[in-house]
């Protein structure tokens, strides 16, 4: 059971290069969620998404897009990139309709734009 | 809207010395609470979580934290650190069924070092 993965783990861009970083779950979970972790900011809410075809921005969603075609996979996307949008990112995945059940996260995407 | 607040970003105790980190929430609503650990260049693990069912909740790794509605706070202990608790920890807020977003929301984080 792989969980929440992840790719790539480690990414260098370019300022105004474009990626994507890409999220799969293999849990069946309906609620997916792009965080990014800073120093001293803790976790933020970048996008998230209640099920397949519905998505909706969280607390820092500028410079990012995000579909979800798929209930298993929920890519970001980097427009263009920025040195702002350096970062730790992380996927997570959760049962909708249970909040008491605990998010799962992925391993993490180190991002450095140049 | 659901918030959380960790005192104190770095926390430093001994070997086998008392853990404690902070964490006060804010919610309009009842809420479920969750503590997260995250070691150095990992994803982040649950260490434990409050559904309502029991105030005192243990979890993994020796660690457990005690709801006090009163104080809005979940604070985490542990009675003899180890040097591998060194880690980040982090508190995490979601609304409760009766209402509010099912957002997760996150505390800062604090960071313990366990000193030899």
């Known amino acids: 059971n792989a969980g929440v993965t992840q790719t790539p783990k480690f990414q260098v861009l370019k300022t105004g290069q474009s990626m994507t970083l890409q999220c799969a779950q293999d849990?069946?979970?309906?609620?997916m969620s792009w965080y990014r972790q800073d120093p001293g900011m803790g976790l933020r809410l970048i996008h998230y998404?209640?099920?397949?075809?519905?998505?909706d921005q969280g607390e820092v969603p500028n410079g990012y897009n995000v579909s979800r075609s798929t209930t298993e996979d929920f890519p970001l996307r980097l427009l263009s990139a920025a040195p702002s949008q350096t970062s730790v990112y992380f996927c997570?995945?959760?049962?909708?309709?249970?909040?008491?059940?605990?998010?799962?996260f992925g391993q993490g995407t180190r991002l450095t734009v140049v | 809207a659901q918030s959380v607040t960790q005192l104190g970003s770095h926390v430093s105790v001994s070997e086998g010395a008392l853990v404690l980190l902070r964490c006060n929430y804010s919610?309009?609503?009842?809420?479920?609470l969750f503590w997260y650990v995250q070691y150095p260049n990992q994803g982040l693990q649950l260490l434990l979580k409050?559904?309502?069912?029991?105030?005192l909740v243990k979890g993994i790794n020796g660690f457990e934290a005690e709801f006090k509605k009163s104080e809005t706070s979940f604070h985490l202990t542990k009675p003899s650190a180890h040097m591998s608790d060194a880690a980040e920890y982090f508190c995490?807020?979601?609304?409760?069924?009766?209402?509010?977003?099912?957002?997760?929301?996150f505390g800062k984080g604090t960071k313990l070092t366990v000193n030899p």
């Open positions: 998404s209640v099920g397949a075809g519905i998505t």
């Open positions: 995490a807020v979601r609304a409760g069924e009766q209402g509010g977003s099912e957002k997760l929301v």
């Open positions: 919610s309009s609503v009842p809420p479920y």
């Open positions: 409050y559904t309502s069912a029991a105030t």
């Open positions: 997570a995945s959760s049962s909708r309709g249970q909040r008491k059940t605990e998010a799962f």
């Open positions: 849990m069946n979970h309906e609620y």
